[in-house]
């Protein structure tokens, strides 16, 4: 087996297409220290990031760092879709409770009217005074 020449990698996707093409622990451990030296001396996020995937084995992530032009539109798309939640499943449709009467409704005056009709002279005086005082 050819050894790896890890002094032609320069950029966080050279390291990242070396990692996805290597099978060899040993080649995937010397890229991985690089990327873990670069990214203490780099002010670049995607050093630590890539150095994340590399540790938790999310070789979809990597791939997508490796991935050059539509194909890395793709691969991030991929990424995301795997990192988005389930959808919840379908359920039942409730069913509809029976329409609450509105607060505001005006009650039928004819009812009212009736039952006025029904009072005594004391009850009917006892009810206006009652209703004057509440629309005070």
Excluded: C
Aim: no cysteine.
């Amino acid at each position: 087996m050819a050894k790896l020449d890890l002094t032609k990698l320069a950029t966080s996707r050279d390291h990242a297409a070396e990692w996805t093409s290597t099978k060899s622990a040993q080649a995937k451990e010397a890229i991985y220290a690089q990327v873990v030296a670069k990214s203490k001396t780099s002010k670049r996020v995607r050093w630590t990031n890539l150095g994340k995937a590399m540790a938790e084995g999310d070789n979809l992530r990597v791939a997508a760092y490796a991935a050059i032009g539509e194909a890395k539109s793709q691969a991030w798309a991929a990424v995301k879709a795997a990192e988005a939640p389930a959808k919840p499943k379908a359920t039942k449709a409730k069913a509809k409770a029976a329409p609450k009467p509105k607060a505001n409704a005006t009650p039928d005056i004819n009812e009212f009217a009736k039952q006025l009709a029904n009072m005594d002279e004391a009850m009917q005086a006892a009810f206006l005074t009652a209703f004057a005082q509440a629309r005070k």
